[in-house]
């Protein structure tokens, strides 16, 4: 069974920092992607940054310039940097991982509980 546990979201004042962290465990073979969606009440999910096996990153416009997606591969964890965060950043966080549980199941994707970061004065 694989878990995803994120960390490190809570309330920042416009203009201030925050890193989000995810730690997969449970029984992985390799992952191929790990990055982070948000959701607001009333909006559908939407991809805010991913980072694949060779580094590559995707990022939402929104976010580009201001939030920075990495991995420590030997720790199976995401990292999400955010700076000058906006009120309109205001939002659950997930973490998620696309990945093989062994060498012959296909990909899942898994995801995390949530973490909630409010920006606001």
């Known amino acids: 069974q694989v878990r995803l546990v994120e960390s490190g979201g809570g309330l920042v004042q416009p203009g201030g920092s925050l890193r989000l962290s995810c730690l997969a465990s449970?029984?992985?073979?390799?992952?191929?992607?790990m990055g982070w969606y948000r959701q607001t009440p009333g909006k559908q999910r939407e991809l805010v940054a991913v980072?694949?096996?060779?580094?590559?990153?995707n990022y939402a416009d929104s976010v580009k310039g201001r939030f920075t997606v990495s991995r420590d591969y030997a720790k199976n964890t995401v990292h999400l940097q955010m700076n000058t965060l906006q009120p309109e950043d205001t939002a659950v966080y997930y973490c998620n991982a696309n990945l093989m549980s062994d060498s012959r199941s296909p990909v899942y994707i898994y995801w995390g509980q949530g973490t909630q970061v409010t920006v606001s004065s």
């Open positions: 449970g029984t992985i073979f390799s992952i191929n992607a």
């Open positions: 980072i694949i096996n060779d580094d590559s990153t």
